[in-house]
Structure formats: structure tokens, C-alpha cells
């Protein structure tokens, strides 16, 4: 049984709520037949109003997901929509194990081998505009793993790019990770666009457009891009 098929069809327990976060986020066990896992759960319902992104956060946290999957970057944990949670539809996040204390600024102070898992995590944040990577939407798992979580607002079709990982910027992109990049400027596959709007969608193949022909992480020469509070 595959871990989606097991956040897809399993059957949630409440655990408990994950504190610090700004919209409610959950920690369920999902069992199925003999296998069990935790996840976390974040329900439509307990969304805070936005301004500048609409109701659905969400769907943009399983759009991240397939992004990562259609790049074969594995930043991003398993992630499906569930309709029929304990309090309604919202995504559903395999739950990685991790130590607490080990964020984005201690693994690139202390873990130099961790430095292309994290220039890899700049590059997706570019595609996907992530407005909101904080320190703390890093984790290393506790077999040395780096993940990116918490992408509820991405993809926006105005540039909002907010973030701490600023310390690649003017790297230039690898061409392995151009190669990944290139089918996106062509099309961006139906199972992804479809959670996104029209216009969000093609902004998406334009940053990728742009990366392609200027491949290159970008700097942020305001200084001023980054999200609060940093972890």
C-alpha cells in the first residue's frame, strides 16, 4: 500500500493541534487495513481570511506537492485532498519525523551536505512564488532528508516571492534542474493546473519561462523579501 493511497482512504483520528500556526493545521493518525501513520490535517474551515490569496489554501498545499512530484524534486511530503475530514475538506500531509530544533538556518550553518537539497528548495520556491518560507518550512527527517512544508500560499499570479533562503541568490541553476523545468514552459500538466486559476497557471510557465532563459536564483535586492516571523 502506497502512503497516498493510505492518506487518501484512511480513517483519521484527532491527535491534537500543531501550535504556531497561523491557519489550523492538525496532527491526525490515518490507519488503513494494518498500516498507520501520522499526518497533518488542514481543514478549509480554519482558514484565515486573505486579502491577497482566496479561500482554498488548501488546494495549493497538494498543488505544491505535485509540482515537486512532476519536477522529481521530492521537496514536498505526500500531500491529497480528503472531503470528508472531522471537519471538512482540506489537504492531508504525511507527517515527516524530525528533529524540532534542526531548521533552515542550522542546516545551512552546520550542515554543509545539505546544501543542494536547500538550493533545490530555493529553485522550486521561485517556480511555485512562494510568498511565506520561513526557517521553520525546513525540516531534515531523521533519516537526513530535507522536506519543504507549509505551501498554502504559493502560486499566485503576481510575484510575491517571500522568503529566508536568500543565501544561493545569483547561483547559477544546474542544468539537471533546468532540464526538470523545461516540459513546464510548454504546458503545465491537467492534474496541477486544475487547482489553480487560468492566470495562475500561466504565470507559472512564464517564471519558468524566465528561469530557462536566465538561469540564475534571483537576489533580493530590497532585502525587504522575506516573511515574518523568520522561523
Excluded at 522536506?147 to 533562503?165: E, S
Aim: charged content about 25%; glycine content about 10%; some cysteine.
Amino acid at each position: 500500500m502506497s502512503e497516498l493511497a493510505l492518506l487518501a482512504e484512511g480513517r483519521m483520528e484527532l491527535l491534537g493541534m500543531i501550535r504556531g500556526s497561523s491557519n489550523s493545521a492538525l496532527l491526525v493518525q490515518v490507519c488503513l487495513e494494518d498500516r498507520s501513520a501520522w499526518a497533518v490535517y488542514k481543514p478549509r474551515e480554519g482558514e484565515r481570511p486573505l486579502v491577497d490569496f482566496p479561500p482554498g489554501l488548501h488546494r495549493r498545499e497538494r498543488a505544491a506537492y505535485l509540482l515537486s512530484e512532476i519536477l522529481g524534486w521530492g521537496i514536498v511530503p505526500p500531500t491529497v485532498l480528503r472531503e470528508d475530514g472531522p471537519f471538512g475538506v482540506g489537504s492531508l500531509q504525511l507527517f515527516v519525523e524530525h528533529d524540532p530544533l534542526a531548521h533552515y538556518f542550522t542546516l545551512y550553518d552546520g550542515v554543509p551536505g545539505s546544501h543542494e537539497a536547500l538550493r533545490r528548495i530555493a529553485l522550486f520556491d521561485v517556480v511555485a512564488n512562494n510568498a511565506d518560507r520561513k526557517g521553520g518550512h525546513v525540516l531534515r527527517g531523521t533519516d537526513g532528508r530535507v522536506w519543504g512544508i507549509d505551501h498554502g500560499l504559493c502560486f499566485a499570479a503576481g510575484y510575491k516571492l517571500r522568503t529566508v533562503v536568500w543565501d544561493f541568490g545569483g547561483d547559477p541553476v544546474p542544468e539537471g534542474l533546468l532540464a526538470a523545468l523545461a516540459p513546464l514552459a510548454e504546458s503545465v500538466p491537467d492534474e496541477l493546473a486544475d487547482l489553480l486559476t487560468a492566470p495562475e497557471a500561466a504565470a507559472l510557465r512564464q517564471r519558468v519561462c524566465r528561469l530557462l532563459e536566465r538561469p540564475v536564483l534571483p537576489v533580493d535586492v530590497t532585502g525587504r523579501r522575506v516573511p515574518w516571523p523568520l522561523l
